[in-house]
């Protein structure tokens, strides 16, 4: 194809900027005379067949073509840009007097807060905070706790059965002591703690649920007398509940302990003179203990004449109601993250 001259170039341009209307026209018109065959790329290729002595003044007349075109590019460039923008703008646009969406922040669940309260207390004084399977052996959940089969303790604990006799639901975390101390093969000291799920039968008002939280203890050493239980017990009932809160201990009857107690403390909300909170009566009932059974020690492969040790269970939902005065048990498996929300502030008051 014969080039054309710079002229007809020229001319040819201006013809073809009215051909230019939108971006997409745009850019045809600039691989039309830019491209790799475009028509000022061509003349620029054809500087090598002009005579030395023309070659500059050639170069300046393509420079001047190159020079139009791209004066009217930039400038059809940034028109049709700036439209786009604004056509954009306008469709797109925020009605900023429109109220704004609430963002709904998680909060931490209440009742994890208060076990992991629970635990740093006992780890400041050298207990261990273990796990155990929710999913138990009679064996550990009973049996080697001194509560045989037949024996009527266990009707008291409306147990979840999964497979025939053996395999239930723990009604308890108490068979993780059991575990705990097969796990030590006698060795001492055993100090530990472990919060973790139940699950009993009952659901039958708003104190129970048919899922629950308990927080057991265990201490095994030499010597160890019900004086070091209530020591300890006093300890973490002030670091929870504060410095004036009195602790009590109650005769009372399990199976896996002897003595066994009930574990009150005097009502931090009336300071004893008798309120809803404790029923009047001045002390709030929180947790069974007692000194492990003989028969439950030497079960676990611990030699009573030896050792001593003492045991716990807290029951978790019990603590966080008193430390947050909360009165129905259901909401803290509530995922209504409203009521999380009232608790999360009552704790930064
Ligand atoms: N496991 C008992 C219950 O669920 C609570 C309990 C009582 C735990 C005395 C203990 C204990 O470790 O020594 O009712």
């Given at each position: ?99 704004a969406t609430k963002i709904v922040t998680g909060a931490p669940n209440i009742l994890e807060k ?236």
């Amino acid at each position: 194809m014969e080039s054309k001259s710079i002229e007809e170039v020229k001319e040819l341009m201006e013809k073809d900027k009215g051909s230019v209307v939108d971006l997409k026209s745009l850019n045809d018109f600039k691989v039309k005379y830019l491209g790799k065959k475009g028509l000022i790329s061509e003349l620029n290729s054809l500087i090598k067949n002009i005579p030395n002595e023309e070659k500059k003044e050639f170069g300046q007349k393509v420079n001047e073509v190159r020079n139009l075109f791209n004066d009217f590019y930039e400038e059809k460039k940034s028109k049709f840009e700036t439209a786009l923008l604004n056509d954009r703008l306008s469709r797109e646009a925020i009605d900023i007097s429109l109220p704004a969406t609430k963002i709904v922040t998680g909060a931490p669940n209440i009742l994890e807060k208060l076990v992991e309260e629970v635990e740093s207390v006992f780890m400041s004084m050298g207990y261990d905070v273990v796990d155990g399977p929710e999913i138990e052996y009679d064996k550990y959940n009973f049996e080697m706790l001194n509560i045989p089969k037949g024996h009527p303790a266990r009707d008291a604990q409306d147990t979840f059965y999964l497979e025939g006799e053996e395999i239930l639901l723990r009604s308890q975390t108490s068979p993780v002591q059991v575990r705990t101390m097969l796990e030590g093969k006698g060795s001492v000291p055993i100090r530990m703690i472990c919060p973790g799920k139940t699950y009993r039968r009952d659901d039958d008002d708003a104190t129970h649920s048919h899922q629950f939280m308990q927080i057991e203890g265990l201490l095994v050493d030499k010597d160890i007398s019900l004086s070091d239980l209530k020591g300890m017990i006093d300890v973490v009932m002030k670091k929870l509940f504060g410095q004036d809160v009195e602790s009590r201990f109650r005769p009372s009857y399990y199976q896996f302990t002897e003595p066994s107690v009930e574990v009150d403390i005097s009502c931090f909300n009336c300071k004893g003179s008798g309120c809803n909170i404790c029923k009047k009566t001045g002390w709030i009932t929180v947790a069974g203990a007692g000194m492990v059974h003989p028969n439950v020690l030497s079960m676990s492969g611990y030699d009573p004449k030896v050792w001593s040790g003492f045991a716990f269970g807290f029951g978790a939902e019990r603590l966080a109601m008193l430390k947050y005065d909360i009165n129905d048990l259901r909401v803290f498996y509530n995922t209504d993250l409203r009521e999380v929300k009232i608790f999360d502030r009552k704790e930064s008051e």
